[in-house]
């Protein structure tokens, strides 16, 4: 899963600020392939019925600076290139 590209309302926006999102657009398919994925946490890392951080997943990452993930931060602050940059 790569990091998404939106673009707001383009079918209002001013010609030059379209021509601008499909040059942005462009230059993104260009180097798609270079890209890195988005890293997600491997669902073996979560409780089944409760959906939540097995204790231990929880435990080994209790020292760490950042959270996992957006989603999963255990109360830390966000990493440094997290998902929450992504169409930037």
Known sequence: VLAPQIFWAP???AAE?????????????Q???????LSFIPLDCFDEKAFQLKADVHKKHASKAFGLTVGIRLNKP?????QRKAGC
């Open 11 to 13: 079918a209002s926006a």
């Open 31 to 37: 180097g798609l392939l270079e890209e890195k994925g």
């Open 78 to 82: 966000l990493p440094p290139h997290s």
């Open 17 to 29: 600020d379209r021509k601008s999102m499909l040059e942005s657009w462009s230059t993104r398919l």
